[in-house]
């Protein structure tokens, strides 16, 4: 399957991006599927059926999992009375959702190795730019009324995959394109010409090997180009591409370049975000950053 989807993805490509791509999902494999925790919190979080019961079976045997759940539950931003010490409690304080973002967050983290970046890059600059986009996301989400909010925070979290692996796998051209950034050439072009193929791809191949919800894969795909996506998670699509461009816009950059252009204005027709609203986003949006930061440091320390 990897050599079937890396093969479409490099047909317009010269045989050498081509022979890259192969080379790329080869070595991908460590990462083609989540762990076995994370998929099942997955399924009983999307699973309308299931109960607490189900979650902390899910959960229960992962003591590091188990451990962030309880510090989460018990961290400032909840301010309970008191403290909590029973884990099903806490699932059930927190709820389903939160309980697979914080999974998925912590998971995510693992994905970045140590490294002193590159240029105008650093590997530190790219997580805090995947939290804030997420955390932008359930901004928009919450202001515009047409995506959930929990949702939205993870189709931000995970929209760059594709960049933290090319990275960490194709390191070398990763740094050419690093290079070449100069604020106004998309990212995706660079990408492109570079390799035969960009992050958007990628991620979007990596997300179905995790067999992460659709609206997901969706996001990760059609970030740069909301308006190209026809689906049913437009508005999904549209939030997380206009987080994006309010991190950039506040220096929250993934790649220590920032890309300014403005998104077309049917994306914030299609979120139905008139100039009292998105004025609303902006002024939220600093602390909105450091609450997310605050609440990424619970779930990954």
């Not at 992050?199 to 909301?226: D, K």
Request: hydrophobic share 45%; charged share 20%; aromatic share 8%.
């Amino acid at each position: 399957m990897a050599g079937q989807a890396a093969s479409s993805m490099g047909s317009h490509a010269n045989q050498p991006a081509a022979a890259l791509i192969e080379r790329l999902f080869r070595r991908i494999s460590e990462v083609s599927s989540l762990p076995a925790v994370a998929m099942r919190i997955i399924e009983v979080a999307n699973n309308p059926t299931t109960g607490a019961d189900d979650l902390l079976d899910a959960v229960r045997f992962d003591a590091a999992l188990a451990t962030r759940i309880m510090r989460t539950v018990n961290s400032s931003y909840y301010a309970l009375q008191n403290k909590v010490a029973d884990l099903k409690l806490a699932i059930t304080l927190l709820g389903f959702k939160e309980i697979r973002n914080l999974a998925m967050t912590a998971y995510v983290a693992q994905l970045f190795r140590k490294g002193s970046g590159y240029g105008s890059y650093s590997r530190e600059g790219l997580w805090n730019h995947l939290i804030g986009v997420g955390g932008a996301s359930q901004l928009i989400a919450q202001v515009s009324g047409k995506s959930p909010p929990a949702e939205a925070y993870l189709a931000g979290l995970v929209h760059d995959l594709g960049k933290i692996l090319i990275d960490q796998y194709l390191h070398k051209p990763f740094c050419q394109i690093i290079d070449r950034l100069d604020g106004q050439t998309s990212i995706c072009d660079l990408e492109r010409e570079t390799l035969g193929f960009d992050h958007t791809e990628l991620g979007e191949f990596v997300a179905v090997q995790w067999h992460l919800p659709e609206h997901l894969t969706s996001c990760i795909r059609y970030h740069h180009a909301p308006l190209d996506y026809e689906g049913p998670d437009q508005e999904m699509v549209c939030t997380v591409a206009l987080a994006n461009f309010f991190c950039n816009a506040k220096g929250l950059t993934s790649l220590g370049v920032a890309n300014k252009q403005v998104p077309p204005g049917r994306v914030f027709g299609v979120l139905g975000l008139d100039k009292p609203r998105i004025g609303s986003i902006w002024e939220q949006l600093d602390e909105t950053l450091k609450v997310a930061d605050i609440m990424a440091m619970a779930r990954v320390g």
